[in-house]
């Protein structure tokens, strides 16, 4: 909770808190869900309407390796 004493540190933390419970309800293993997030995002063609659903947690597009194996 170090940088969560300003407006905008909430904010920033929400959103991480956000994505990772979301990826953990999805049945992803949030280190992997982010770690392919921040390979694909950099990359993303903005013109492409459905590139970013593709990366949504709940996608079937997402790689083996982002779901958790029971």
Same mark, same amino acid.
């Given at each position: 909770?170090?940088? &969560? %004493? #300003? $407006? @905008?540190?909430? @904010? &920033?933390? &929400? =959103? #991480?808190?956000? =994505? =990772? *419970? #979301?990826?953990? *309800? %999805?049945? /992803?293993? $949030?280190?992997?869900? +982010?770690?392919?997030?921040? *390979?694909? /995002?950099?990359? /993303?063609?903005?013109?492409?309407? %459905? &590139? +970013?659903?593709? +990366? /949504? !947690?709940?996608?079937?597009?997402? !790689? !083996?390796?982002? @779901?958790?194996?029971?």
């Amino acid at each position: 909770w170090l940088f &969560a %004493n #300003t $407006p @905008r540190g909430a @904010r &920033a933390s &929400a =959103i #991480t808190y956000s =994505i =990772i *419970e #979301t990826a953990k *309800e %999805n049945g /992803l293993n $949030p280190f992997q869900y +982010l770690s392919y997030l921040f *390979e694909k /995002l950099p990359n /993303l063609n903005p013109k492409d309407s %459905n &590139a +970013l659903d593709q +990366l /949504l !947690p709940w996608s079937d597009s997402l !790689p !083996p390796v982002c @779901r958790v194996n029971k």
